[in-house]
């Protein structure tokens, strides 16, 4: 039990330096329960496993957060560096899997992928662990108080991986914390896997904590979920890479369109209300946009070195450019009234405004005022709801198959709080109060940013 629960220790390093790595703390069901009992893991049963030595991750395996040094001369390191416990499965787990009784639920707004993670959660659990009760929480959080819970097994979720959205259906909004626990517990639900984004962490932490202090054998753990990859210490969320190459499909028609047109601008809007990802990527991989513009890079449209002047270049130089925009882009440059600022979408997230909308009523007035009676074309491609209605890529897939399989690994182990995810390649356990608080916005001083300035050559918008 004290290798497992002693999550703070620091473990030298044998290589000759001073350095030591500091272990990120794991919650674990036996910091409050004590007395739990353990089990031999079924896969030493299973006869499409044969365990051998290295197949067990023990306590001691560990992923480095930071991999990057400088190797100079005066290169010391002073404070410790971050590790996390490395995902797989564990010798001795903390359930009998007769006696589970596991709850699955899609919190927020749809992503690629949705349905995999969740098939692969259900077949995972009964395939792996001999798990039998298996149930999907309609509607979000509120579904755990508000609808019957669905019996699941791999017949019924067998073809979910080829739909977009979740069968389970979602919603935002809807946590009564005290509902939902209070539902937990008299459901007799000891497992709770939890997808969603950002907002959906910040209530699996107080979930958690409810749980806890309540002292229930239950183990929860928050599946990391967003098209717009804004959920930090984690590589990347399941669906992006889907939504790229959708967004690149999206891109194309907007330089088509641009093309064939006499000074046309082909404006697209991607997904993204506070990183940039989604628009920096697609505009890495698409080769056609002229000009990126994210929520982390401010712009302006009038003047020397704006967004209008460079637009009239590009024109005058090809006859066309094609412009994708972050759909939180330039929020703080679209005018809006007192009610408009209050407003507030059911997750309690600041409602935007349009940002494409406005954009291209702004071309359209620009060009008017300045060159009358030209020709002049915007055509606006808003492809985000398609995008996050698609089924996952054979990429995505594989990753969901791997993310839904650490994180059954991860709980049957007794683990609680954490969220699995890739870090420098490799499959972690992260405290789900890190990822909570943590969001992973893009760095407009690192190299890709730069990259995408090389292909489109668009300005920094510095006055």
């Given amino acids: 039990m004290a290798g497992i629960t002693q999550q703070s220790e620091r473990l030298s390093l044998n290589d000759g330096t001073s350095s030591s790595v500091k272990l990120q703390k794991l919650s674990h069901l036996a910091d409050y329960l004590p007395n739990l009992s353990t089990f031999p893991n079924p896969l030493d049963e299973n006869p499409y496993y044969h365990p051998s030595t290295g197949f067990y991750i023990w306590p001691t395996d560990v992923i480095l957060r930071d991999v990057l040094y400088d190797l100079s001369d005066t290169f010391q390191v002073s404070a410790p560096m971050f590790a996390y416990h490395r995902a797989g499965p564990r010798k001795k787990i903390f359930f009998n899997t007769t006696h589970v009784r596991a709850a699955i639920v899609t919190c927020g707004g749809l992503c690629p992928g949705l349905n995999t993670v969740i098939r692969e959660l259900v077949v995972g659990m009964w395939e792996l662990y001999g798990v039998r009760e298996i149930f999907g929480i309609k509607s979000g959080y509120r579904g755990f108080y508000s609808f019957e819970p669905i019996r699941l097994d791999p017949k019924l979720v067998d073809n979910w991986h080829t739909l977009g959205g979740t069968a389970l259906e979602t919603s935002r909004g809807g946590f009564d914390l005290k509902k939902i626990v209070d539902a937990i517990e008299s459901r007799g639900f000891n497992q709770v896997y939890v997808i969603g984004g950002d907002g959906t962490m910040k209530s699996v932490v107080k979930i958690f904590n409810e749980i806890r202090e309540r002292k229930l054998t239950v183990a929860v753990t928050g599946i990391p979920k967003t098209v717009d990859n804004d959920i930090g210490v984690i590589d990347r969320s399941f669906g992006f890479q889907t939504a790229v190459e959708a967004a690149q499909q999206a891109i194309s028609a907007g330089h088509v369109e641009a093309k064939s047109a006499v000074n046309g601008i082909g404006l697209v809007k991607l997904m993204g209300r506070s990183t940039g990802h989604l628009a920096l990527h697609a505009t890495l991989s698409s080769r056609d946009v002229d000009c990126c513009l994210i929520p982390e890079i401010n712009f302006y449209l009038e003047g020397k070195g704006g967004l209008f002047e460079f637009l009239y270049q590009r024109l005058k130089k090809n006859g066309h450019a094609v412009l994708v925009v972050a759909e939180g882009a330039g929020q703080d440059l679209i005018?809006?009234?007192?009610?408009?600022?209050?407003?507030?979408?059911?997750?309690?997230?600041?409602?935007?405004?349009?940002?494409?909308?406005?954009?291209?009523?702004?071309?359209?007035?620009?060009?008017?005022?300045?060159?009358?009676?030209?020709?002049?074309?915007?055509?606006?491609?808003?492809?985000?709801?398609?995008?996050?209605?698609?089924?996952?890529?054979?990429?995505?897939?594989?990753?969901?198959?791997?993310?839904?399989?650490?994180?059954?690994?991860?709980?049957?182990?007794?683990?609680?709080?954490?969220?699995?995810?890739?870090?420098?390649?490799?499959?972690?356990?992260?405290?789900?109060?890190?990822?909570?608080?943590?969001?992973?916005?893009?760095?407009?001083?690192?190299?890709?940013?730069?990259?995408?300035?090389?292909?489109?050559?668009?300005?920094?918008?510095t006055k």
Wanted: negative net charge; contains cysteine.
């Fill in 335 to 461: 005018p809006r009234d007192a009610a408009q600022k209050e407003e507030k979408d059911e997750s309690g997230n600041p409602l935007f405004l349009d940002v494409g909308v406005w954009l291209k009523s702004e071309l359209k007035n620009w060009w008017a005022r300045n060159h009358p009676g030209e020709l002049f074309t915007v055509k606006y491609i808003d492809p985000t709801y398609m995008i996050r209605a698609i089924p996952a890529n054979a990429t995505d897939s594989a990753y969901c198959t791997l993310l839904a399989h650490s994180a059954i690994h991860g709980v049957m182990a007794g683990y609680t709080g954490f969220v699995p995810g890739p870090i420098n390649g490799n499959y972690a356990y992260i405290p789900v109060e890190e990822v909570a608080v943590v969001q992973n916005k893009v760095d407009a001083k690192d190299h890709k940013w730069a990259w995408v300035r090389s292909v489109s050559s668009q300005p920094d918008f």
